[in-house]
């Protein structure tokens, strides 16, 4: 099982960029899928971004194309999401996910695809 720990959620203006991390821990980190989804209040977790193990495969949802860019620093262990021109409907908590893959450049889109979960960080954006 891997541990992840997200950071960097915070309360910010609509139109303003904020840099979600997601540091990995535990067993040994190698070849893993990653992914960042969304829980606001009353509403299920719904998928955001997801990246492959070799950084070269990426997607996202269409809500945050174009806005928000998913990284990985495999040297570093971390897993990034880059999030511009945020919008009041995006408050949620963000939680980062991991899963153990089969090919590098393999993507899980799915929450039940994914095994472990960090404690969520919370967004809050303000109209």
């Known amino acids: 099982q891997v541990q992840l720990v997200e950071s960097g959620g915070g309360l910010v203006q609509a139109g303003d960029s904020l840099r979600l991390s997601c540091a990995p821990s535990g067993r040994t980190f190698s070849l893993y899928g990653m992914g960042w989804f969304r829980q606001a209040p009353g509403k299920e977790r719904e998928f955001v971004a997801a990246i492959s193990w070799s950084g070269g495969s990426t997607y996202y949802a269409d809500a945050v194309k174009g806005r928000f860019t998913i990284s990985r620093d495999n040297a570093d262990i971390m897993v990034y999401l880059q999030m511009n021109n945020l919008k009041p409907e995006e408050t949620a908590v963000y939680y980062c996910?991991?899963?153990?893959?089969?090919?590098?450049?393999?993507?899980?889109?799915?929450?039940?695809?994914?095994?472990?979960w960090g404690q969520g960080t919370q967004v809050t954006v303000s109209a």
């Open positions: 996910a991991a899963e153990k893959v089969v090919a590098a450049d393999e993507l899980l889109l799915s929450p039940l695809s994914y095994d472990d």
